[in-house]
């Protein structure tokens, strides 16, 4: 009975951790302009207390203990690991705010509790061979579950990016033929626009402000995205800074080339389309066809031949 209990409480764990974890990256948001307003003076201080139950359950209670236990992996051991971790994470827009050893922590606590609360309350009444199959099973899904979640919020954000691209070009070709600078014009991007990209600008604006160079934040935006086409276009601006090219020619260029490679991949996708088809059609359309054509003349051949 003991053990049940601690299984469910492991259980309980593990939900309310996931949970967090996906509403933190929401809630976040709203904290962070808080404290922005605060800063520029343009709202009423909160109090300790009001600051802190503005974060989330997660990053209140779980994430400082996932921070604690997160040194025994930030060690040479994991280094090369927690350096791809890093960049995904990024690419991902750092959800939750979690670096690479508190990823590892979560991934090592799934790998650990996972197999505990399955080997409770899954394997009841099931032989040792399946008993260890299942739980070795658990463990490569609780350790490869923080991963797939990442995984797919880098894919969407990365798909935003290459969405809204195009239309964030044609206003810094706009802004820039209008007579502003580059920054000016990224400027206008960040106040027009609410997506991944426009943050990325802002992001990239700020750490000009604090005086980092306008090429190595750009090249921080590319690591940070990790979007073909957009890496494209920000090598295209620093080498055209580098060598006195007009920007406005540079950005026009590369709005069109964009779009042509936006046609281009689209077109790419329909001509794969007919071959993605082809094994359902084979495998699920055409028996189906061949049933409903050919069951009738094999009932009346059989029926036939019996007589």
Do not use: C, H
Request: glycine share 6%; net charge positive; proline share 4%.
């Amino acid at each position: 009975m003991m053990l049940l209990t601690i299984a469910a409480l492991v259980f309980g764990v593990v939900f309310l951790i996931g949970k967090e974890f996906a509403d933190g990256a929401a809630r976040q948001d709203e904290a962070l302009n808080d404290r922005i307003l605060i800063v520029a003076g343009n709202a009423v201080p909160k109090n300790f207390r009001q600051l802190e139950l503005s974060k989330s359950f997660f990053e209140r209670v779980f994430k400082p203990l996932i921070a604690r236990f997160s040194v025994l992996f930030t060690g040479k051991v994991f280094t090369r690991y927690q350096e791809r971790l890093q960049e995904t994470l990024q690419q991902a827009g750092s959800p939750g705010r979690l670096n690479p050893g508190e990823m590892l922590t979560i991934k090592f606590f799934l790998l650990a509790a996972l197999p505990f609360t399955v080997f409770f309350f899954v394997t009841t009444g099931m032989g040792v061979i399946f008993k260890v199959l299942i739980i070795i099973i658990s463990a490569l899904i609780g350790w490869i579950l923080p991963d797939i979640y990442i995984n797919n919020l880098r894919q969407k954000r990365m798909a935003l990016i290459q969405k809204d691209l195009p239309d964030t070009l044609d206003l810094l070709t706009v802004s820039v033929e209008a007579g502003l600078g580059f920054d000016a014009a990224m400027a206008k991007v960040v106040n027009r626009f609410e997506n991944p990209l426009a943050k990325e600008f802002g992001r990239a604006l700020q750490e000009i402000m604090v005086g980092q160079s306008r090429r190595e934040a750009l090249r921080q935006i590319n690591s940070r995205t990790g979007v073909e086409d957009l890496q494209i276009f920000i090598n295209s601006v620093i080498q055209a800074d580098q060598l006195g090219i007009g920007i406005a020619n540079v950005l026009r260029q590369q709005s069109d080339a964009i779009r042509t490679r936006r046609r281009q991949r689209i077109e790419e996708q329909a001509m794969k389309a007919p071959v993605k088809m082809l094994l359902p059609l084979v495998f699920f359309i055409f028996p189906s066809i061949f049933i409903v054509l050919l069951g009738p003349a094999v009932i009346q051949i059989i029926e036939g031949l019996s007589k």
